[in-house]
């Protein structure tokens, strides 16, 4: 068969959200592919110019959709570098709980989008009903369901709702109990182990050198994380381990990348429940808004020349914010923010990995690096 | 419909067909039958349209999520029989649920153009229906209302999935009142149906 | 407890990377303290000119171990000062990651014990800055060769910002369309947003009014 | 009829040929006696001076006695035609239910819920007013009775009730009106509506015929399946020969419909719908073969017969060829291309497969074609080994001293039908199970299954059947080791079978099933 071009076009249900993958085919087998992003790429950097410090963490939610929390904190956590902001404990362990619960609705939606990738429709509807557990928490937090605009520069605004704790712990310990039920129906079945396992094999150092990090790396067999490695938030208070995959000689491939966001769902599940134990002040006493206790005071103006930066260890990966200061209205807005995103750098890494497989691979690989295309193009 | 285009090798009478069909449709018009079988199949072909909407399988941004959250167990939008379809020949609704960029403008416009008549378009959260929390940016397009005609708008950022939900019902109510007419006879005095204001 | 790398260590390693780049001429590092939330983190800051930025870029890689290039940053100062009108950050990081052993066909996964971690293993964040004077068409060596990972990161800053990269294979738009005409580099100052200077478009809530002329067209 | 097959009151194929020849008889005799030769003369007008006269053109009363064995088939094979069709096609309606609210209760939701009370009930408070006046000479007014009488007694009059139908996930309407039922109907009517498109540079004559020649041959399927003793279209001698032909001559009609399109996805979807469907014909076929060998025919109904009777062979075939069994359900979802054979039509990567350019009614025609074609397999499954129109344990209950006479009546009155139907939906509830639970296998993987696991197992299905046949037969009922034997045996071997885990890959941690994609990926075999 003569090689041709496939375009997998802008709307595709392999693509979890608007890009198109230029794959070229030779019979069954992909033989080159070519990324093509920025279709949905709205200028978030050039607004977040004219916008001041607390407006711009509305914007930092809805980068990545599906995990919101994770990249609004990452947007405070820089700004807080930027205005040299002291964070009291309390409202770093509310952080650190809101951030961990995030981080399971946001693999959720992965195994949920990973599931139909590869044929099983079931598993989508069962992720979404946890998932539904997740945000409702999290709604409780932050008052909508998906973009919470939770955390201010220098704290959080409100303290947990009245009962939250007990709430929490108890939809925590059934979610725990309820990811059997996802590895009873990807693990135990072969036709999911054949279709994942030996495909799309990636190398730890191959992948560093691309600037994929995250589960992706972790899937490896290398425990390198930015949570202990350039450490923020109070995860040296608490009792963890990033979860690490054994994986095959070749590298990692997409079964490897499974088990490490199943395992990570844990580890974060157990991180919350620790947050809520260790919370200076208790978990169940209840602060007014604004309270010193979980809101420290924030200069509202970044003088010129002044810079912050901070490292975050996102869901899918290291998302870092770099912000200028000085910007207009005497110094309320920034000059300059900067967003990396992992999505927009392991994407050409994923479309390079597909080479040497079948087109009915290409799903089973894009899938597994869990692509988000809201943060890929800003 | 006599399309020229037609490069059919088989027996081609067109001639024919088009003076019975005349012939017949004037005796049908003329003993009032037509006026019984049009009322009776409206209502049937009607019912049939606006309780089998099939959205387009295309998600664009966070709305996307809401519209999946909307198919999965808790809102389970299938009751109504929602039920989403990858390919845009075999999709009656074209749920727009995301900013439209400009390098996204023509690919959604040949998507709309790729749908069989009738066909609706509805614009689900601020993104879609004023470019939302990007109107300033370079590269949105203030609405998708701008390049296509939109039947329903459901506010929201992300609006809820009972919204989108009730946004479907809108339709539905919108395919009672007027009909599955094609999207281009639709009469000018449509004014948006904004979920919410009345 | 929780395992995290000690501070002291941290620092100590920065330090010494910072002393061993200062030797390069045309750069200065000194090792800045960054604060975000409660943790301080030493930060090895660095400016360096244009010219010797290739020559460090090859020597941070081969020699200190910095395998990943996290983000590459252009910044357009139209009012700054005279030889500081660009500015590109590049931000690095040290993350000392081998491929993990295989003994007898299997795989050992390398377990960092954080607490115990030493040497060139500590990982370090770098921050440097090369800036360029006023030019119509500013542009630096590229490093898509030694990082892979800022292949796009570049490609992304010159479509966003203008910056060119010498040397970068591929060049091309990657976030803006295709036909976006050649000059136009949303990010650089003399661009406004849409609204810029209708202030008072907040006051009118609809704002119907004040759409501009050419509403409703693509442009 | 060769072989009297057993008895049933609903004998539809007696009573249609009793009624075709009680009628032609009539006929032949209500016609006009032999010495009228009809001759027809056509008076002179201004065109033609003299009259013209027509000699005798026919004489009825000889001639039809010719001709009427030939018009008696013709009759009753309609009559017998038009049964089945609406047979099969009424019966197939719960198929596409079963689907929606089986799968919707495995994914923990309700599926669709629209009930033929929608037509008068309106959407939330918006109706279509008074509709039933525009009808003329006054035929509205009954329907306007009928329809308010609707909507006081179920409709939405009650303003209870109109609550809002997002969150009030018991809404569904009664259980009698089967909510989600009519959700097909409403589908199809949909479908019937829609602007026809033809791809400008598709291969317009091919795009059209494609269809056809799916639905053509998928319909032409169910001439050949009984649905009971007396209830078939056609009955030839090698009924199973002929259907199984039939049976694989749609995916000519897939890969037709993949080519037309001009679409690189749809071309691809159609390559491998022929490859998926040659690779799995063979198995099918040497299994069906297997069935016929064991029963000692190839007609469909003496099949059924020999499971069925008492002097014959009286014991189902699943139980005397288990691997079979297995073999004929897998090789069927492929057959029908349901998930997890589904690469042809993957969501994934080939956005629709092969039919991503149809849409409208031959859309709709072709998707009921496919559940047309799933409705036939599990039909036939029940046939095969299931034994048809047998109750189950029907001979031993019956036998039974005091219940006995209970069931004796049961099993007379309902006809051979209904068994039918409830092993073929139940089966189909199966398909749907397996659809929920499986993930999509690659097509090379499906090629290589079909070819390296699939057809060795049938041919050792085939010699089973032989042996069973020729050997362990000898002419009245199986006594009763033979099929728990079988039964037994086969029951073994898939619990050792199902224990996939490696031990030593486990406790070393190893991975149990690590293939390479480049080399052959099959399950099974532990490779890093």
Not at chain 4, 103 to 124: F, K, P, Q, Y
Not at chain 4, 475 to 504: H, N, R, S
Request: charged share 20%; with cysteine; proline share 6%.
């Amino acid at each position: 068969m003569a090689e041709m071009w496939i375009s997998m076009g802008p709307q595709h249900p392999m693509t979890h959200g608007l890009w198109t993958l230029k794959v070229k085919v030779d019979g069954e087998t992909v033989v080159d592919t070519e990324p093509d992003l920025g279709y949905i790429h709205r200028g978030v950097e050039k607004i977040c110019e004219a916008r001041d410090f607390t407006q711009i963490t509305t914007y930092c939610d809805r980068l990545c959709y599906a995990s919101a929390n994770t990249w609004s904190h990452s947007y405070i956590y820089a700004a807080e570098d930027l205005l040299e902001v002291e964070v009291p404990e309390r409202a770093e362990y509310i952080r650190l709980m809101a951030i961990e619960i995030q981080r399971i609705a946001s693999h959720l939606m992965w195994l949920g989008a990973y599931g139909p990738d590869i044929g099983n429709l079931s598993v989508m509807v069962w992720c979404l009903r946890e998932r539904e557990m997740m945000m409702d928490l999290l709604q409780e937090l932050g008052g909508s369901r998906m973009h919470y605009n939770f955390p201010r520069v220098g704290g959080v605004k409100r303290d947990l709702p009245h009962g939250f704790a007990q709430r929490a712990r108890a939809k925590l310990k059934l979610f725990l109990n309820r990811i059997q039920e996802y590895e009873a129906l990807f693990d135990e079945s072969t036709v999911f182990l054949v279709r994942s396992q030996g495909v799309g094999y990636a190398k730890p150092e191959e992948m560093v050198n691309h600037g994929v990090t995250g589960p992706n790396l972790r899937a490896g067999g290398v425990n390198y994380d930015i949570r202990w490695a350039h450490p923020y938030s109070v995860y040296s208070e608490l009792d963890w381990e990033p979860p690490v995959e054994r994986s095959s000689i070749k590298g990692a491939d997409c079964y490897d990348r499974y088990r490490v966001r199943v395992e990570e769902m844990r580890v974060s599940a157990s991180l919350a429940l620790q947050a809520l134990d260790k919370m200076p002040g208790g978990a169940d006493t209840h602060h007014e808004p604004g309270d010193p206790m979980i809101l420290a005071k924030a200069p509202a103006r970044a003088p010129e020349g002044t810079t912050g930066a901070h490292h975050f260890e996102d869901s899918r990966g290291e998302s870092m914010f770099y912000i200028a200061g000085g910007g207009e209205s005497r110094g309320k807005q920034p000059y300059r923010v900067s967003i990396r995103s992992p999505i927009f750098i392991t994407i050409p890494f994923a479309a390079k990995c597909m080479i040497g497989y079948k087109v009915a691979d290409i799903p089973a690989i894009m899938g597994s690096f869990d692509p988000c295309i809201g943060e890929t193009d800003r | 419909m006599a399309d020229e285009g037609q490069n059919y090798s088989m027996f081609n009478s067109r001639m024919l067909v088009d003076v019975v069909g005349d012939v017949t449709d004037e005796a049908l018009k003329a003993s009032r039958i037509k006026d019984i079988i049009g009322v009776l199949a409206g209502r049937v072909f009607n019912w049939g349209q606006r309780k089998s909407l099939f959205p387009l399988h295309l998600g664009i941004k966070c709305c996307a999520l809401e519209m999946a959250a909307a198919g999965a167990s808790r809102f389970d939008a299938e009751r109504f029989g929602v039920f989403f379809r990858s390919s845009p020949r075999q999709c009656d609704v074209l749920l727009v649920n995301g900013p439209i960029s400009k390098k996204f403008a023509d690919p959604i416009v040949r998507l709309w153009e790729q749908m069989p008549e009738p066909k609706w378009c509805i614009a689900m959260g601020e993104c879609s229906i004023s470019g939302g929390p990007y109107f300033q940016s370079y590269n949105i397009l203030e609405g998708v209302d701008t390049i296509i005609p939109v039947d329903v708008y459901i506010p929201g950022c992300p609006p809820r999935p009972e919204a989108l939900i009730d946004g479907f019902d809108k339709l539905r109510q919108k395919i009672i009142r007027i009909g599955a007419v094609p999207s281009d006879a639709r009469p000018e005095t449509e004014a948006p149906l904004i979920i919410g204001d009345e | 407890m929780g395992k995290i790398v000690p501070i002291k260590t941290q620092r100590a390693e920065a330090d010494k990377l910072a002393a061993a780049i200062s030797e390069i001429d045309g750069v200065e590092a000194e090792v800045a303290e960054r604060v975000s939330g409660t943790n301080p983190r030493p930060v090895v800051l660095g400016n360096s000119s244009p010219e010797s930025w290739r020559t460090l870029a090859e020597k941070l890689h081969s020699e200190h171990g910095v395998d990943y290039c996290s983000m590459v940053t252009g910044v357009h100062w139209p009012e700054g000062d005279e030889d500081k009108k660009w500015e590109i950050v590049y931000h690095l990081m040290r993350t000392g990651i081998r491929n993990p052993p295989i003994e007898d066909g299997l795989v050992q996964p390398v377990i960092v014990d954080p607490s115990t971690v030493r040497g060139s293993g500590t990982p370090l964040e770098l921050e440097l800055h090369v800036y360029l004077p006023e030019t119509r068409t500013p542009s630096v060596d590229s490093v898509q060769d030694i990082w892979v990972g800022a292949d796009w990161n570049e490609k992304e800053t010159w479509d966003l910002v203008g910056i060119d990269f010498d040397g970068h294979q591929g060049m091309r738009r990657v976030l803006q369309p295709h036909e976006t005409p050649k000059g136009f580099h949303p990010l650089q100052k003399q661009h406004h947003l849409r609204y810029h200077d209708f202030q008072d478009m907040y006051d009118d809530s609809q704002g119907f009014m004040r759409k501009p002329a050419d509403a409703g067209k693509i442009k | 009829m060769i072989h009297m097959a057993s008895g049933d009151w609903l004998n539809i194929v007696g009573w249609s040929e009793s009624l075709t020849s009680w009628s032609m008889d009539n006929v032949h005799d209500i016609l006009p006696s032999n010495d009228i030769d009809m001759q027809v003369t056509i008076p002179s007008t201004w065109a033609w001076p003299e009259p013209i006269t027509m000699g005798p053109i026919f004489n009825l009363q000889q001639g039809f006695a010719s001709i009427q064995p030939a018009l008696e088939s013709f009759m009753h094979a309609t009559i017998m035609c038009t049964v089945v069709f609406t047979v099969m096609m009424l019966t197939m309606l719960a198929i596409p239910y079963i689907e929606r609210k089986f799968i919707g209760r495995l994914m923990d939701r309700l599926g669709a819920t629209t009930t033929m009370r929608s037509l008068w009930v309106g959407e939330s408070g918006v109706t279509a007013g008074e509709w039933w006046k525009q009808l003329p000479f006054g035929m509205g007014i009954p329907i306007g009775w009928v329809v308010n009488l609707l909507n006081s007694y179920w409709g939405n009059s009650h303003e209870l009730e109109t609550v809002s139908r997002v969150n009030n996930r018991s809404y569904h309407g009664y259980w009698f009106l089967l909510p989600g039922f009519f959700q097909a109907f409403a589908d199809f009517m949909k479908f019937a509506t829609k602007e026809h498109i033809v791809p400008k540079n598709a291969d317009k004559v091919v795009f059209e015929t494609a269809p056809v020649i799916i639905l053509a041959t998928t319909i032409m399927v169910f001439a050949f399946v009984p649905f009971g003793p007396h209830i078939y279209a056609a009955n030839p001698e090698l009924s199973l020969l002929f259907m199984m032909a039939i049976f694989g001559v749609a995916p000519l009609g897939v890969f037709f419909a993949g080519w037309a399109s001009n679409n690189k996805y749809t071309l691809i979807g159609g390559m491998r719908s022929a490859a998926q469907l040659t690779a799995y014909e063979i198995p099918l076929l040497i299994t069906v073969l297997g069935v016929a060998v064991l029963s000692g025919s190839f007609n469909i109904i003496e099949i059924v017969d020999f499971q069925m009777g008492q002097n014959e062979g009286n014991v189902w075939n699943i139980f005397l060829l288990p691997l079979g069994a297995a073999l004929f359900l897998i090789t069927m979802i492929a057959e029908v291309e349901r998930i997890p054979f589904d690469m042809p039509e993957a969501e994934a990567e080939l956005v629709e497969g092969w039919w991503t350019e149809y849409g409208g009614i031959r859309w709709g025609l072709m998707f009921a074609a496919e559940y047309m074609r799933s409705y036939a397999a599990c039909i036939l499954f029940a046939l095969f080994f299931l034994g048809g129109w047998e109750a189950p344990f029907q001979h031993t209950l019956a036998g039974l001293p005091i219940v006995g006479g209970t069931f004796e009546t049961v099993f007379t009155v309902v006809p051979g039908l209904v068994w039918v139907l409830i092993k073929a939906w139940l089966l189909f509830a199966v398909f749907v199970w397996i659809r929920a639970s499986l993930h999509r296998v690659r097509t090379d993987q499906i090629l290589e299954f079909g070819w390296r696991y699939l057809l060795p197992l049938s041919v050792v299905n085939l010699v089973v059947a032989t042996i069973l046949r020729l050997e362990v037969w000898t002419g009245e009922p199986w006594d009763l080791w033979v099929p728990v034997a079988l039964t037994l045996a086969a029951l073994v071997l898939f619990v050792i079978l199902a224990i996939d885990e490696d031990e030593e890959a486990l406790e070393v941690q190893r991975r149990p099933y690590s293939t390479q994609a480049v080399v052959k990926a099959s399950p099974g075999s532990h490779r890093d």
